[in-house]
């Protein structure tokens, strides 16, 4: 589906500037960011002291790639409230990441941050085509999790009619769609699929629903299962990316012209991008892990957070207007890649591979044993349903074409096993399409 490019720009002051004038107000916030941090927060300054670094050495942008990195490890280690900058009386929320190991990572908000947090998501979802007066139906849960508030209240502040339906009870979910005229459904990706299919079931015609736009976030959109919500559910699906550390959902997102990158927020947040291995800044356009700072972080500040995502930014100006940078959308993180008999494997990879075959569903798991001492790696794969046959042969020479492209292009052997449509377990959060059980 195609829209037209029509649609307003959030604040075009800042979103098409000119490069020097994005970069010179950051380089002014982050002069700000840095004496904040440094003069708020014991655990910078000790960070700051002990490279001999002053705020005041700040002289120019190139300057600020000589701090040192924040990491996932100090945010746990200063919990719950040990990097906040400001006294609690003047936080007025708190949000974290469900920690998977460990205590989870705290982060607090004043006023001030909740209105940036607001402009940040009003321009992402500005930028999927939400206008004021759309109907917006939320299917992530509330809770600590930031997607659920963030997009809520940059919703509202757009001037749409929030509906705060939260997570599960996928029915009720197509209920209100139909009853209340939804227009805008914010989910994650896999959840969305889950709605189309019972939405199915139940005899509901998306095509003639009101539904009219998809806001993904909380986990990774391929493209193909976007391709497939697209066409199945008759709406338009834009994806956007955030993280708790830095603020929630709300850094960057995708625009209705640019459709595999997403332009950040550079009002709110400076970003580099670093090579993995020498923490170097590289080149513009260069893959590497993106580094974040916000820019407008009272409560808690972060310098130079390692997000572990790995991207490519690029700084062209974008057919919608926007000058904003675009970053790819983050296909695989630094901690997901696998190591099979020797060899990085990352599971974007597969769905690279997948989505340019037909007959391949979205719907996958990667299975890593290693029974027999060398790693084993297997792909469960849904054959969609229009291409799924009783014929074995048939079968079998589709099993083993994805099975000769995939080792094409990991440069390792995968067992391939089909199964029939609809016999991957779907997920209501976060799709886990691997699944490594192998004993260490
Ligand atoms: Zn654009």
């Not at 029509?6 to 994005?22: G, H, L, V, Y």
Request: glycine fraction near 10%; proline fraction near 6%; include cysteine.
């Amino acid at each position: 589906m195609s829209q037209e490019n029509a649609n307003p720009i959030f604040d075009p002051a800042t979103e098409c500037a000119s490069r020097d004038e994005i970069r010179a107000r950051q380089f002014a916030r982050l002069k700000e960011q840095t004496a904040w941090a440094y003069e708020r927060v014991p655990w910078y300054r000790a960070q700051l002291d002990a490279i001999g670094f002053l705020p005041g050495d700040l002289k120019e942008l190139a300057d600020f790639s000589a701090l040192p990195f924040t990491d996932k490890g100090a945010l746990r280690d200063n919990y719950p409230y040990d990097l906040f900058a400001v006294p609690l009386d003047e936080v007025v929320r708190l949000h974290a990441s469900s920690g998977t190991t460990g205590k989870p990572i705290v982060v607090g908000y004043t006023q001030n941050d909740l209105e940036q947090w607001r402009r940040s998501i009003m321009a992402i979802i500005q930028m999927a085509g939400v206008v004021p007066g759309d109907r917006v139906q939320m299917a992530f849960g509330y809770g600590m999790f930031t997607g659920g508030f963030g997009l809520h209240y940059g919703a509202e502040g757009l001037g749409c009619m929030m509906i705060p339906a939260g997570s599960g009870n996928t029915e009720r979910h197509i209920m209100m769609i139909e009853d209340y005229g939804t227009t805008v459904l914010v989910a994650t990706p896999s959840y969305a699929m889950h709605i189309c299919e019972v939405g199915e079931h139940m005899g509901y015609d998306w095509e003639a629903s009101s539904l009219r736009v998809g806001l993904f976030g909380g986990e990774p959109c391929p493209p193909k299962l976007k391709e497939e919500i697209e066409t199945r559910m008759h709406v338009f699906c834009t994806d956007n990316y955030g993280l708790t550390e830095v603020m929630g959902p709300g850094v960057s997102g995708e625009c209705l012209v640019s459709r595999h990158q997403q332009h950040i927020v550079e009002e709110q947040f400076y970003w580099e991008v670093v090579d993995p291995d020498t923490l170097r800044p590289v080149p513009d356009g260069t893959p590497g892990e993106l580094v974040l700072t916000p820019l407008h972080k009272e409560a808690t500040p972060v310098l130079r957070y390692r997000t572990r995502d790995l991207t490519r930014v690029v700084t062209e100006p974008c057919g919608c207007g926007r000058t904003t940078a675009r970053m790819d959308k983050v296909r695989s993180r630094t901690d997901d890649m696998l190591i099979i008999r020797g060899t990085n494997v990352f599971p974007s990879q597969f769905e690279d591979v997948l989505h340019a075959i037909e007959g391949a569903s979205p719907h996958y798991r990667i299975v890593i044993d290693n029974e027999a001492g060398l790693d084993r790696l297997t792909l469960q794969l849904e054959v969609t349903s229009g291409f799924f046959t009783d014929s074995y042969a048939d079968m079998e020479a589709f099993r083993r074409q994805v099975a000769e492209r995939l080792h094409g292009t990991l440069q390792v052997g995968v067992e391939v096993r089909l199964v029939e449509p609809g016999r991957i377990e779907r997920s209501v959060g976060k799709t886990k399409h691997v699944d490594d059980r192998r004993v260490r």
